[in-house]
């Protein structure tokens, strides 16, 4: 089973941009048919899927959240990347990554979490 671990700074000020990396050990980010998913959960709130790269590289995002996010990949470090701009206090969450073998499967492995705070 894949490992995952998130990456990037704790604190992001307003309007800035908010990057995160995920690193995966134990298998190939470009694996057959591998998803490779952002969730994030705010303070009190649910789980909230934010978007994901395939295993070939087609990127899938929340219609919610399409107009601020990025998400790429570095094959060459078996790593793949969030990037949400013009942030908000109201982005303040914990930040998961997560795959899954297939686009209808659940979430199979998770990473531990990283706590992203926005705030002046």
């Known amino acids: 089973q894949v490992q995952l671990q998130e990456s990037g700074p704790g604190l992001v000020k307003p309007s800035q941009t908010l990057s995160l990396t995920c690193t995966v050990s134990?298998?190939?980010?470009?694996?057959?048919?591998?998803?490779w998913n952002w969730i994030r959960q705010p303070p009190g709130k649910g789980l909230e899927w934010m978007g994901a790269?395939?295993?070939?590289?087609?990127?899938y995002y929340s219609p919610s959240l399409k107009s601020r996010t990025s998400i790429s990949r570095d094959t060459s470090k078996n790593q793949f990347t969030l990037q949400l701009i013009s942030v908000t206090p109201e982005d303040t969450a914990v930040y998961y990554c997560?795959?899954?073998?297939?686009?209808?499967?659940?979430?199979?492995?998770w990473g531990q979490g990283t706590q992203v705070t926005v705030s002046s």
């Open positions: 997560a795959s899954r073998t297939n686009w209808y499967d659940p979430f199979g492995s």
């Open positions: 134990g298998g190939s980010i470009t694996t057959n048919y591998y998803y």
């Open positions: 790269i395939s295993y070939n590289g087609i990127t």
